[in-house]
């Protein structure tokens, strides 16, 4: 079956880094468009960005735009978020999933099939 499996989560101090990682298996990972997401208590899920099956395109919510990076790697069937500056506002349970797209990818929940289980991340100041 379908698994993605994140890790990578942990308790930091605010301004510094994390990177996350998203393990796939159970689908051929280099057609699938990738998304990263991440909900906070009492809120409703969010998108980080995504990208498209091939890496060579990403898109981003602007909350996110200059202070994360999504990137994959196809050999290894793994997406990764790279994230710096850490504020407190982005503590949240991380997700990954993926979507069937022929070209780019997309920023709304809505559209991806797969989910993960999610790694949570905490941000004290």
């Known amino acids: 079956q379908v698994q993605l499996e994140e890790s990578g989560g942990d308790s930091v101090q605010e301004g510094g880094s994390l990177r996350l990682s998203c393990k796939v298996s159970g689908l051929q990972f280099d057609v699938y468009a990738m998304g990263w997401f991440r909900q906070a208590p009492n809120k409703e899920r969010a998108v980080i960005g995504c990208?498209?099956?091939?890496?060579?395109?990403?898109d981003y919510a602007d909350s996110t735009k200059g202070r994360f990076v999504i990137s994959r790697d196809n050999a290894k069937n793994t997406l990764y978020l790279q994230m710096n500056s850490l504020k407190p506002d982005d503590t949240a349970m991380y997700y990954c999933?993926?979507?069937?797209?022929?070209?780019?990818?997309?920023?709304?929940?809505?559209?991806?099939?797969?989910w993960g289980q999610g790694t949570q991340v905490t941000v004290s100041s």
């Open positions: 999933a993926a979507q069937r797209v022929g070209a780019g990818c997309f920023l709304r929940v809505s559209d991806y099939s797969y």
């Open positions: 990208i498209s099956f091939s890496g060579k395109f990403t």
